[in-house]
């Protein structure tokens, strides 16, 4: 067996490079997995583009991770050598400071940023904490379970924010990475679905992946149409504007909320008389635990979710990247880590 292992380091702006890395056993409370595949999300741009606190310090992006344990480390007593398992956003619960015992683990002090400040999947080997760890269901491909480890349990988790009856309407902003699973989500909860996209020559997609209405906001105000559709109860906002999200808060019911997820560069203006009269809220959504995440890839095989990706080659992670950032890929780039 190599003692060796390949892996992408990030160091600087926008760079990526390939090296050998010795493996090493998993520290306690960990493992230790040969990657399957990794999915390529828009949040690695933390890691490649520099935007962390030592641009300059090595780190493996990376964060939708679907691999097979080889190494336990000691105290780690639920997972085995050949378990199949998932690792996402959050590498895991400390299970000791105050937000964790209260329940709160997605909130956790103490908690690895997958890919981020803590190595991630852009490798053939990762590590993990015990706790962050996902269990793959029999069945479900890697390349498919890879992005709903992230962008799937992202939608998922928003869209059970609150407590919305079945038949409400329910709108997803954006068809993307993000929203093309939030759509087929919110049509298995049982809701009244609406997408909101620039363009009418996204409508047929949008019915496909399960919206009831469609509402092109490149020729109407998303406000003004999701109040003459009679108010959603919630709204998912995925696109990565501030400024697109901003006339969605008019297009609530009473009582409705505005699910914010898509990082945007810009911020959110809000009239305050739009939040007031009518009680309306905004909040924003973080990922889930990882038990939440065994639910998310549960629900998601029994309905017959599908993320829609493109695989490409380990050694080709760059090319990946930038597939993703361009914003051409149709949805989720993923890398095959044993092509």
């Not at 480390?73 to 209260?102: K, Q, S, Y």
């Not at 919110?186 to 997408?195: C, D, P, Q």
């Not at 939040?275 to 939440?292: K, M, Q």
Request: proline residues 6%; glycine residues 12%.
């Amino acid at each position: 067996m190599s003692t060796t292992y390949r892996a992408f380091e990030a160091t600087g702006v926008h760079n990526l490079r390939l090296v050998e890395r010795e493996l090493a056993d998993p520290a306690p409370g960990h493992v230790r997995l040969r990657v399957e595949t990794c999915g390529v999300c828009h949040s690695d741009v933390l890691a490649v583009e520099g935007l962390r606190a030592d641009p300059s310090s090595p780190i493996v992006p990376g964060h939708e991770i679907v691999g097979v344990i080889d190494a336990v480390g000691p105290g780690v007593t639920a997972w085995h050598p050949g378990d199949r398992v998932g690792v996402g956003f959050l590498n895991g619960h400390c299970g000791e400071c105050e937000p964790c015992r209260r329940g709160d683990f997605v909130n956790c002090l103490d908690q690895g940023q997958t890919g981020t400040n803590v190595d991630g999947g852009y490798a053939e080997v990762t590590y993990a904490r015990a706790s962050g760890l996902v269990r793959i269901p029999d069945g479900m491909p890697a390349a498919e379970a890879a992005p709903l480890l992230c962008a799937g349990l992202t939608t998922f988790s928003a869209l059970q924010q609150d407590s919305v009856r079945a038949g409400s309407l329910v709108a997803v902003q954006g068809i993307g990475g993000l929203g093309h699973l939030a759509l087929q989500y919110a049509r298995s909860l049982g809701y009244r679905v609406a997408a909101v996209a620039r363009g009418k020559d996204k409508e047929p997609l949008a019915r496909e992946l399960g919206a009831h209405e469609y509402i092109d906001s490149s020729e109407t105000d998303p406000g003004t149409a999701l109040a003459g559709l009679g108010g959603a109860s919630l709204v998912v906002a995925t696109a990565s504007s501030g400024a697109s999200m901003n006339p969605l808060l008019r297009g609530l019911a009473p009582g409705g909320k505005l699910v914010v997820v898509g990082a945007a560069p810009d911020p959110l203006s809000v009239n305050t008389a739009d939040l007031i009269f009518g009680t309306r809220s905004i909040v924003g959504s973080l990922t889930g635990s990882s038990i939440e995440n065994e639910d998310n890839l549960g629900f998601s095989l029994a309905h017959g979710i599908h993320p829609s990706i493109e695989t490409m080659p380990f050694e080709r992670a760059m090319d990946a990247y930038e597939r993703m950032l361009s914003g051409k890929a149709r949805f989720r780039v993923v890398l095959d880590v044993t092509a």
